[in-house]
């Protein structure tokens, strides 16, 4: 019989007779609880199939349940039992059939409904494929060879007169929607703004009728599209789509009230950068310039990883440094990290995000195809458009701070995913809106607008914006240092960091009078995550030898040393340690007490990148202070041996540092052993003088 190519593996084979139409009547009943393909609430009807055949499985359990009556007697204990062999052989059969339609139905049912729709044809005819089958094995199975009543076989007879009735024909009202959501879809290609009339008809044949429903189909498709459910064809158009379903949900639904803010722990601390209305992506899953989950991450010469786009965009763009850490890039070439990868694909699975397969490098092509795709969708990126310039006129228009709330809550999170979406958010005018809400007494106001200026700013042609603006740095020093919440200051602090990113902003920025100020504050006083991000702000200000004397002055190095002994914090102290001494602030790092102490500790047991950092910072300061930091490292116990350990198990730059160090104790003890050596001789001269003259 004619099987679907995707069919799934078999059901195990029933031992007995029995077990074999307990099999059946479960999957049967399994089978027959499916009305819909897609969701239960939508009226979408795409093939007749998909109705009626849950509806005639249902009749067939009851033949299984006539069966298994044999199977009991009076007292409902098991008895020997057998069907006649060809009758045991349909009903394997049979079987295989319902387990092929109950995958075939949960496939739809785990679908956006546009998934079934644009398939439609493919998928009514792989269930009429099934349908056949099933009406075959039940023709040749030999109904009056088995011990049922005589209105049970009547049921048989008229069950395989309706299966025979099956046709793969597709709705004509599926037919016309798909039509209508095509000329829709070239539509807003065009530009042309879609009327609210036209665009309720389609969403009420969707069955499409609240916010809820319009954002659980639009995470559907995207993750159809991230999955590669789709065939070939019809990906522009999911992609296209779901950018409209977004567009048309703020416009016939409204802006989403924010979740209340419940990520924060019982002390208030907050991980960098999450989302209340998001999971908690772990740090080391964001890639360090967008903060975005990372997709394909990349390692360069530096041992940093990132994004593939972003670094490629921030290669493009004429920068030979490591954005993290501020290295020169001894050579561009990027390698991609697969481990990582793995782990980022399988936490995905866990949390029900889309992502490409456990088989990620196998699918490395299809990513970059699907992005293509969505990069070069002149309808996706016309609906994203008009989806910026419709809300950033809802904000202008906001008659109070709770509207004004649910907007910048929605811009927030379209800012959030796309270097389009950045860019027509910001072409639209929503700078100039954002910028007075940073100074709003509502604190879930203030983070959301703070967090969507600092989306925005990932993008390089926005940052100019941001920076140009009237008040916007003031406004970002103003949430520094008054913000409501932690979480407030700590996206402010990182928006310092993407702003600082651009050489003439970083001397810009710590030009104000306030800013080294406040980040300072930030990292000795707020919780550990924003401690973290006050540091990774202070780093980028310090990769300009012009801002050293005022991070010095500011008090940096104590409060950089302070931060070393905290595991949370310890790898952005070390590398703002590091930056400061190779610019300028060596002999400040020398000076300050217990410095070498604390570094020596972190070469003991920090972290790969912490060590890094650390050697760094002692080779910076021991070849541009004075000659007693050398005799302090060279007296610390067991320092010959951390050095050499380090050479041996460290990163290639902690390594290249750690034989620096090694080198600079070495040529030290010679020049020690070299006086020890002078001033001997001199005394042996004199004394044979003086013995001599006696």
């Known amino acids: 019989m004619a099987t679907s190519s995707s069919s799934p593996p078999p059901p195990p084979d029933p031992s007995t007779d029995a077990d074999l139409l307990r099999h059946l009547l479960f999957l049967s009943r399994d089978v027959s609880s499916h009305q819909q393909p897609s969701p239960s609430s939508s009226p979408l009807r795409v093939n007749p199939n998909f109705s009626s055949v849950p509806r005639n499985v249902k009749q067939l359990s009851l033949l299984f349940e006539e069966l298994l009556l044999a199977v009991r007697d009076d007292d409902d204990r098991c008895v020997d039992f057998a069907l006649p062999r060809l009758a045991s052989l349909c009903f394997r059969e049979i079987l295989l059939v319902l387990h092929r339609l109950k995958a075939h139905f949960d496939h739809c049912s785990a679908r956006s409904r546009a998934f079934v729709l644009f398939r439609a044809e493919p998928l009514a005819a792989e269930i009429h494929e099934q349908v056949v089958d099933l009406a075959t094995f039940l023709d040749i199975l030999p109904v009056a060879e088995l011990r049922i009543p005589e209105d049970v076989r009547d049921h048989v007879r008229l069950l395989l007169r309706q299966l025979r009735r099956s046709s793969p024909a597709v709705d004509p009202a599926a037919l016309s929607l798909r039509r209508d959501i095509l000329e829709l879809i070239a539509l807003v290609e065009s530009g042309t703004v879609p009327d609210h009339a036209a665009l309720q008809g389609i ?14 189909e639009i995470d559907s498709l995207e993750r159809d599209i991230a999955d590669g459910a789709a065939a070939d064809r019809w990906v522009p158009a999911m992609v ?6 977004r567009y048309a949900r703020y416009v016939l639904f409204g802006a989403s009230t924010p979740r209340l803010d419940t990520s924060a722990g019982a002390d208030g601390k907050k991980s960098p950068f999450s989302e209340a ?9 964001r890639c360090p310039i967008s ?49 990582l990868k793995n782990l ?16 990620v490098t196998s699918n490395e092509q299809a990513d970059a195809d699907n992005a293509t795709t969505a990069a070069a969708n002149k309808a996706a990126l016309e609906a994203a458009r008009m989806t910026a310039s419709f809300l950033v006129e809802e904000l202008a228009a906001a008659p109070c701070t709770d509207a004004a709330h649910r907007v910048v809550h929605e811009l927030r999170l379209l800012a959030k995913h796309g270097s389009d979406n950045r860019a027509f958010v910001a072409e639209a005018g929503a700078i100039p809106l954002l910028l007075p809400l940073l100074r709003s007494d509502d604190a879930g106001l203030q983070v959301s607008a703070v967090t969507a200026l600092l989306n925005l700013s990932i993008l390089e042609a926005n940052k100019r914006l941001i920076m140009h603006a009237d008040g916007a740095v003031d406004g970002i020093v103003h949430v520094l240092a008054e913000g409501a919440k932690w979480r407030a200051k700590e996206n402010a602090a990182a928006t310092v960091l993407s702003l600082s990113s651009i050489h003439s902003y970083r001397r810009r920025l710590a030009r104000h009078p306030r800013v080294v100020e406040v980040l300072l504050q930030m990292a000795r006083h707020g919780p550990a995550s924003s401690k973290k991000d006050a540091m990774a702000a202070i780093h980028s200000l310090a990769g300009d030898r012009e801002n050293t004397g005022r991070l010095v002055e500011g008090g940096v190095v104590g409060a950089a040393l302070e931060a070393v002994g905290e595991p949370e914090v310890a790898e952005e102290a070390a590398a703002v340690l590091a930056a400061v001494a190779r610019r300028g602030g060596a002999e400040a790092v020398a000076k300050a007490e217990g410095a070498v102490a604390r570094l020596v500790g972190l070469l003991r047991r920090g972290s790969d990148w912490a060590r890094e950092s650390a050697a760094a910072a002692l080779v910076a300061v021991c070849r541009r202070s004075e000659s007693g930091v050398v005799a302090e490292l060279a007296a610390m116990p067991g320092i010959e041996w951390v050095i050499w350990e380090l050479m041996g198990a460290g990163t290639e730059r902690a390594r290249r540092k750690a034989a620096s160090l090694s080198r600079i104790c070495r040529r030290w003890a010679a020049a020690v052993e070299a006086e020890r050596t002078a001033r001997f001789s001199a005394m042996s001269v004199t004394t044979s003088s003086t013995t001599v003259a006696s």
Not at 203 to 216: A, E, M, P, T
Not at 240 to 245: K, P
């Open 291 to 339: 903060l975005d989950l990372m997709r394909d991450p990349m390692v360069v010469a530096t041992g940093q990883t990132y994004d593939r786009d972003s670094i490629v965009r921030w290669i493009g763009s004429g920068h030979a440094t490591c954005p993290k850490s501020g290295q020169a890039l001894a050579h561009l070439e990027l390698v991609p990290n697969r481990a």
């Open 203 to 216: 969403f009420r044949r969707l069955g499409i009728d609240d916010s809820w429903n319009c954002r659980h």
């Open 240 to 245: 296209a789509l779901a950018s409209i379903l």
């Open 277 to 285: 209305e998001d999971l908690a992506v772990p740090a080391d899953f």
């Open 344 to 359: 980022i694909c399988c936490w995905c699975r866990d949390n029900n995000l889309p992502f490409d397969g456990a088989d």
